[in-house]
């Protein structure tokens, strides 16, 4: 990976140069609230399925340049967008939620996330236990290993900031990998090797419960990783998995060490009114354990929209295991879990079409 990409870099560059965070201005974020409030009037009430949502019962045109410029950056520069100023103050956790799908049906087509086949989830701790064979980190408090979402971008909306810990974590797998490849050669082979994921139960009635694809993958000049400790591990525990060799497992560990080195691990506290947008092909995310706020309504709350885009690079080959196809610009991606039906193959032909790509 040329050291000149954007997309591979340190926390000094990231931290001297702020071109990946932008602000919402204070009218674009009066029109995002607006747009909703509007819409609601129109056709609600606010928590009506949302799937029943189109792009058109928004009307943004305000604040798309700057949520436009973010998803730039996210594919061609850092890797990494916040955008800033989303409004908060006196809006419900309904709302807040339903402007999060909004800007997800302006930019892409929304994709399932778990075993109930959810197209947008709260990222909230309900008591679940992460290292679990089922284990999820979103509705857990735990601190979670570094890892990519299951589709092209990922958006985390901060409605709630917990009193302590949560601190979003984040790296460029491109940096690492270059790294690695300087330090370890041989385990830049073995990352560059086929990995065992587990799909911890979610897959669909005509999906494996793993599939084999390398942490780390060159195209067309470019590093994708698919990284996910926790899935790896939990797929050594399947029957029929080949299991990791010890070079592959002590590049594992390596990889992780070079990634949480300071000067490649960015940190940062997502506060209420905050919109974090990642691309998976090539940044990694985690966050520390946190301690939460007793009463309900107060509790770290963020809402988290995985996106195919009409824009998406051709993927490498094995990557079409669990994107479905390698193909750009098509609705790729995501965990159809246990409840994919009718209803949700509609919404995914509808936006598509509205978005101008291929179903």
């Not at 000067?263 to 092909?281: A, K, R, S, T, V």
């Amino acid at each position: 990976m040329a050291r000149n990409s954007r997309v591979a870099w340190t926390v000094a560059e990231v931290e001297a140069d702020r071109s990946w965070t932008c602000r919402l201005s204070d009218a674009g974020s009066a029109e995002l609230l607006a747009a909703v409030r509007a819409a609601v009037q129109r056709a609600g009430p606010a928590d009506k399925p949302i799937l029943d949502w189109r792009r058109e019962d928004f009307a943004l045109d305000t604040s798309i340049p700057v949520l436009a410029a973010a998803f730039h950056e996210v594919r061609n520069g850092r890797g990494m967008a916040l955008v800033k100023n989303l409004p908060r103050a006196g809006v419900s956790p309904i709302e807040f939620r339903l402007m999060t799908w909004a800007i997800g049906l302006h930019f892409g087509v929304a994709r399932p996330q778990n075993r109930a086949s959810d197209y947008i989830t709260e990222v909230r701790d309900a008591g679940m236990a992460y290292r679990s064979p089922s284990g999820r980190g979103y509705n857990s408090k735990a601190e979670l290993d570094f890892h990519v979402d299951s589709a092209d971008v990922v958006l985390l909306s901060c409605y709630n900031q917990a009193p302590a810990g949560g601190m979003s974590l984040c790296a460029s797998a491109a940096t690492a990998f270059d790294v690695v490849a300087a330090e370890r050669p041989d385990y830049a082979r073995a990352l560059a090797s086929d990995y065992p994921f587990s799909r911890n139960g979610e897959q669909s009635g005509d999906e494996a419960p793993w599939y084999a694809v390398p942490v780390c993958t060159a195209r067309d000049g470019r590093i994708f990783c698919k990284w996910n400790r926790n899935r790896i591990q939990n797929a050594q525990l399947l029957e029929g998995v080949p299991q990791l060799t010890a070079l592959q497992r002590d590049a594992m560990e390596y990889f992780d060490r070079v990634l949480r080195r300071p000067e490649n691990m960015f940190c940062m506290y997502l506060e209420p009114g905050d919109l974090q947008i990642l691309c998976n092909h090539t940044m990694l995310h985690s966050r520390t354990s946190f301690e939460d706020h007793v009463e309900e309504e107060r509790k770290r709350t963020l809402y988290r929209l995985w996106l195919a885009r009409p824009d998406s690079r051709r993927l490498p080959d094995s990557w079409a295991v669990f994107y479905e196809t390698a193909e750009p610009g098509t609705v790729r991606g995501g965990m159809k879990g246990h409840h994919y039906d009718d209803l949700r193959r509609s919404f995914d032909a509808r936006q598509a079409k509205a978005m101008g790509m291929k179903a």
